[in-house]
């Protein structure tokens, strides 16, 4: 257990502007090394994360996202939670329909990123913000 | 803001993406990537994705976007250098990457360019032959 100290306490980055979320990206690769998730796992977490984190910023009007190392015991993981005080989400089931959009993309980052984790929690309402919490298991 | 470098090798350009792209990098790359084939008369584009350990919607959709503008342009575009980690990932989140082509490498990706230059130029000359010239009378 090297490093095993700062890998339990969360690390947050903020998110506002396209920077950040290459820094939000960064962060989250790092500690996916950390937790030996599979060079898959690794990339599949980034790109998620690199979606929400998109997501936060364009949709929520920029916010918070905290990264941190899990373990319950049988496995070791990431947990990452996207936090903003934006406009929320009124119908959570169309948001997360594939190629559903409002902002002109894809509309792949909600539901492609859920795909790639294992958990995935959103608590959302209008008004109310978004806050979405993933986690990724190592095998 | 960063750029990512645009070089003219031959008749190609080449596009080797070695940062972890913002969103207004990638759309700054679009931009010049267009000027620069209007410039050149490429008819060739081959972007290498080597060194990129995730390709997002985004990036995913930049990609989409540069290989139908360099289309309209008179360019085939070629994305090569794949990792499979990024490709299995592509699949998961549900980008198909609709209307790109791609290579293994730098080099499949430029005979793929030649192979339909080639045949571009064997199609021109096939379909619309110079007439022989008709004695006149």
């Known amino acids: 257990m090297t490093s095993g100290a700062d890998l339990g306490r969360p690390q947050a980055q903020t998110v506002g502007s396209d920077e950040d979320v290459v820094r939000v990206r960064q962060l989250v690769r790092t500690v996916a090394v950390a937790v030996r998730l599979s060079l898959v796992d690794q990339t599949k977490v980034v790109t998620a994360a690199s979606e929400l984190a998109r997501n936060t910023l364009v949709y929520g009007g920029g916010g918070t996202v905290e990264v941190i190392a899990v373990d319950n015991g049988r496995r070791a993981g990431i947990q990452i939670v996207f936090a903003d005080s934006g406009p929320g989400i009124a119908d959570l089931d169309l948001a997360l329909t594939d190629g559903y959009t409002t902002g002109g993309g894809l509309g792949l980052g909600l539901s492609g990123a859920r795909r790639l984790v294992d958990e995935f929690d959103i608590q959302t309402a209008p008004g109310q913000g978004t806050r979405i919490t993933i986690t990724k298991w190592s095998r | ?137």
């Open chain 2, 1 to 137: 803001m960063e750029r990512v470098p645009i070089l003219k090798i031959g008749e190609i350009l080449l596009v080797s993406i070695q940062v972890d792209m913002s969103d207004q990098t990638a759309v700054a790359l679009q931009e010049d990537l267009a000027e620069r084939i209007v410039a050149t008369g490429c008819h060739g584009v081959i972007i290498d994705i080597t060194a990129l350990d995730i390709v997002d919607s985004f990036v995913g959709r930049m990609l989409s976007t540069i290989a139908s503008i360099s289309r309209v342009l008179d360019a085939e575009t070629v994305v090569v250098g794949m990792r499979p980690a990024v490709a299995i990932t592509l699949v998961e989140l549900g980008l198909s990457l609709n209307g790109i082509r791609t290579a293994l490498n730098v080099e499949r990706g430029m005979e793929l360019i030649a192979i339909d230059r080639a045949d571009y130029d064997h199609d021109e000359t096939g379909d619309d032959p110079i007439p022989e010239p008709t004695a006149s009378p």
